[in-house]
Nanobody, 125 residues
Framework: QEQLVESGGGLVQAGGSLKLSCTAS????????LAWFRQAPGKEREFVAA????????YYGDSVKGRFTVSRDNARNAVHLQMNSLKSEDTALYFC??????????????????WGHGTQVTVSS
């Protein structure tokens, strides 16, 4: 069974840092792009970041560019999201996803076939 399991969420003060991790099954990790999305209460799911497997190319949402870094951990079949300079508006449920998007669709939820259950990030101001 293919699965994605997120970890690392929690409560942090504004300006602080947090690192999320997502562990994937071997098949997913070696064959799919991995992405992070987030969803705040009452809002649509928003693209955060993605990283391709074959060339390591990364993509970021405009609201996190320069503050968040996505990376793959090949030894652990994991993808990490390092979040710095956190703001209250970063508060959301963060999801890991796997898919095979083309460049023009990398930010769309429908490009991803597998999803984790999410990990909550709360930033207090």
């Amino acid at each position: 069974q293919e699965q994605l399991v997120e970890s690392g969420g929690g409560l942090v003060q504004a300006g602080g840092s947090l690192k999320l991790s997502c562990t994937a099954s071997e098949r997913i990790f070696s064959d799919y792009a991995l992405a992070w999305f987030r969803q705040a209460p009452g809002k649509e799911r928003e693209f955060v970041a993605a990283v391709r497997y074959h060339n390591g190319m990364t993509y970021y949402g405009d609201s996190v560019k320069g503050r968040f870094t996505v990376s793959r951990d090949n030894a652990r079949n994991a993808v990490h999201l390092q979040m710095n300079s956190l703001k209250s508006e970063d508060t959301a449920l963060y999801f890991c996803a796997a898919g095979r998007p083309i460049t023009s669709t990398v930010r769309r939820t429908e490009s991803y076939n597998f999803w984790g259950h999410g990990t909550q990030v709360t930033v207090s101001s």
